[in-house]
């Protein structure tokens, strides 16, 4: 069974830089599109960036240029480089991996950015 666990969020001020991870077990994450998903309080989840399984790289406009999707195949790990952060950002992070079976989803950590 599929276990995704985030880390990485925190506390940080309007501008400043964070880097979650997602690592995966029970699955090798490289064979499947993952993704990072956000959802502020009161908001839905939306969608963030993607790496694909051919390592191509999607991004929401309202990241692109700010926020780094990549993957380490032997850490088996998935990374949201998140800089010039904005307190728009604040929410909890997710990432999710796309099998052709099913979704599978981590628990979240939370980033709040704020003066």
């Known amino acids: 069974q599929v276990q995704l666990v985030e880390s990485g969020g925190g506390l940080v001020q309007p501008g400043g830089s964070l880097r979650l991870s997602c690592a995966a077990s029970?699955?090798?994450?490289?064979?499947?599109?993952m993704a990072w998903y956000r959802q502020a309080p009161g908001k839905q989840r939306e969608w963030v960036a993607t790496f694909t399984s051919r390592s191509y790289t999607l991004y929401a406009d309202v990241v692109k240029g700010r926020f780094t999707i990549s993957r380490d195949n032997a850490k088996n790990t998935l990374y949201l480089q998140m800089n010039s952060l904005k307190p728009g950002d604040t929410a909890i992070y997710y990432c999710?991996?796309?099998?052709?079976?099913?979704?599978?989803w981590g628990q979240g950590t939370q980033v709040t950015v704020s003066s």
């Open positions: 999710k991996m796309s099998t052709p079976a099913y979704d599978s």
């Open positions: 029970g699955s090798i994450l490289s064979w499947y599109n």
